[in-house]
């Protein structure tokens, strides 16, 4: 601590950087896959990845493995179409690759490939640099597991980072969605690579709570991006409100992926302010549960994410990029 004191006092001493003209260079190269047609907390995540700097956006991959709103059967092609629209109101449209998941089922031993499958393989594969590469997940785990019976090489040269699996408690519950969604993707993913996974299950995705009147009065005042995401969230809760009743509150459970990467700290960079257990990864049975592995490799699970600096850095980035306007 003593020497990094020292450095910071003689880089001090030389220049005075102001708060508006911090210099934030990335972190990670990131790849970003989820059903952005879907349920709308991944167009949240997305919004706010696209506003944080520390991580380089390599490839964004619109998947298609849960139904879209309104129903289409071309889900893949509704995400893309959705990302494009939201990077058109945020004024980057055109900044990123925007490239396609499959709508085809995969099996264990069968990948679904597509073009988001291919940038995963040929971005792991780069040699021209050492910014680590992940891999964020929202939704199913089929593209990135797609890539991997692909082209095995790419299990050390990147990390998956995953929304999904159920609670490791031992309650048993519902099967959770995203787990679900593609049971052999998890199934290989867990039980046949050797890829490095940090995990958001269910019971900690869902602390990503946000209330109805918080978007309103401070979401959607920010701008057409702020307004947008807002009216995308509270029209999905109506919509299924006949079917899960009404509510105050809203999971946008794929934001920990910007938690995680994009915003820890400068000491010794790590989430810190979000809690996690090393444990061995589970077997994923044929019906999507949890099977307990002693040669499991080692996984990072979260336990519990600081949803204040989550929600507090996505707003406020809503405000500077409308300020910048």
């Excluded at 003689?10 to 896959?33: C, E, G, M, W």
């Amino acid at each position: 601590m003593k020497k990094i004191l020292i450095a910071l006092m003689a880089v001090l001493s030389v220049s005075f950087v102001t708060a508006q003209d911090n210099p934030v260079k990335p972190r990670y190269r990131v790849i970003l896959d989820n059903d952005y047609a879907g349920d709308p907390d991944g167009l949240v995540q997305l919004a706010h990845q696209l506003m944080s700097p520390s991580t380089e956006i390599r490839a964004i991959i619109g998947s298609g493995d849960i139904p879209s709103f309104p129903p289409t059967p071309d889900p893949c092609g509704a995400a893309v179409d959705e990302i494009n629209k939201l990077m058109t109101l945020m004024g980057i449209q055109d900044k990123y690759p925007v490239l396609r998941g499959s709508n085809e089922k995969m099996t264990t031993e069968s990948p679904a490939d597509c073009e988001g499958a291919r940038a995963i393989i040929k971005e792991a594969l780069r040699t021209d640099t050492k910014v680590p590469l992940l891999v964020l997940c929202g939704g199913s785990l089929k593209t990135v597991a797609s890539a991997w019976l692909i082209e095995p090489a790419i299990a050390d040269k990147l990390t998956v980072i995953w929304i999904g699996g159920q609670e490791y408690d031992g309650s048993v519950g519902t099967k959770e969605t995203n787990l679900n969604l593609s049971i052999a993707a998890a199934e290989v993913i867990f039980n046949k690579s050797t890829i490095p996974l940090w995990q958001i299950p269910r019971d900690v995705y869902r602390q990503a709570m946000m209330s109805t009147a918080e978007m309103k009065t401070r979401v959607a005042v920010t701008g057409k991006a702020g307004s947008y995401l807002t009216n995308k969230v509270l029209g999905f809760v109506n919509l299924i409100a006949p079917v899960l009743g009404t509510a105050e509150t809203y999971v946008l459970g794929d934001s920990p992926l910007v938690l995680l990467t994009a915003l820890q700290t400068c000491f010794q960079p790590d989430p810190s302010s979000s809690f996690s257990v090393i444990r061995k990864a589970p077997k994923i049975t044929g019906d999507g549960k949890y099977e307990d592995n002693p040669e499991g490799r080692p996984i990072r699970v979260f336990t519990q994410i600081d949803s204040r600096l989550m929600f507090e850095d996505f707003i406020a980035k809503l405000v500077l990029l409308n300020s910048s306007k």
